[in-house]
């Protein structure tokens, strides 16, 4: 079974430093994975996906992730952070074998300070 | 897209009561997932739809949870004989079906608590 595991329940930036949030991933075969982002009482929105088309994969409000199957790592980066990105994050990786299911980690909540 | 919606957005009932939530996926998405959410944990997979078939459901659903997702529309999750470990969000996911990267698109998700 696949899995996804997200290295810090909590990271604390201040504003501008660069955000690093971690994840790895336990697969046989090279997977599909996804960063998703929730804000306080709403649901997930997707912030990018790896489909194997390209190792570094950029996507939205300037976040960005590299896939390195050597470390079986799909961290999620962002040069500058903003008060706007405080937010919890997950990382999840798609079901290959079924319904394409996501697998979520246990979330990685992002704190900014001024 | 409206984006998927979910209602209502908060519950709280009484343990031993039934509760039924609902959830209205983007027009055009033919799967549609659910999720449950505890404090502290990311989602976990509850059940999938694809049109109106119930394809996978995981040994987290109790034979106390039932789905339906009547003519591939709109689907309902029932949690009979509620118990106070049933207190989580329950989120909606849909997708076009395209494979296994798809992007799921959620819902804003139902707050139950179980008292």
């Known amino acids: 079974a696949q899995s996804v595991t997200q290295l810090g329940s909590h990271v604390s930036v201040s504003e501008g430093a660069l955000v690093l949030l971690r994840c790895n991933y336990s697969?046989?075969?090279?997977?599909?994975l996804f960063w998703y982002v929730q804000y306080p009482n709403q649901g997930l929105q997707l912030l990018l996906k790896?489909?194997?088309?390209?190792?570094l994969v950029k996507g939205i409000n300037g976040f960005e992730a590299e896939f390195k199957k050597s470390e079986t790592s799909f961290h999620l980066t962002k040069p500058s952070a903003h008060m706007s990105d405080a937010a919890e994050y997950f990382c999840a990786v798609s079901d290959l074998d079924g319904y394409s299911t996501l697998t979520f980690g246990k979330g990685t909540m992002l704190l900014v300070s001024p | 897209d409206t984006g998927v919606s979910q209602d209502p957005r908060h519950k709280i009932t009484k343990r031993g009561q039934n509760v039924t939530f609902r959830c209205d996926p983007i027009?055009?998405?033919?799967?549609l997932y659910w999720y449950r959410q505890t404090l502290g944990q990311g989602p976990e997979f509850l059940t999938y739809?694809?049109?109106?078939?119930?394809?996978?459901k995981s040994r987290l659903l109790s034979d106390r949870f039932s789905a339906e997702r009547p003519k591939g529309s709109f689907s309902t999750l029932e949690i009979q004989r509620t118990e106070q470990g049933d207190s989580a969000m329950y989120l909606c996911?849909?997708?076009?079906?395209?494979?296994?990267?798809?992007?799921?698109?959620f819902g804003p998700g139902t707050r139950l608590t179980v008292l």
């Open positions: 790896y489909t194997s088309a390209a190792t």
């Open positions: 996911a849909s997708s076009r079906g395209q494979g296994a990267t798809d992007t799921q698109y």
């Open positions: 739809f694809q049109n109106e078939a119930q394809l996978e």
């Open positions: 027009s055009e998405h033919n799967r």
């Open positions: 697969s046989s075969v090279p997977p599909y």
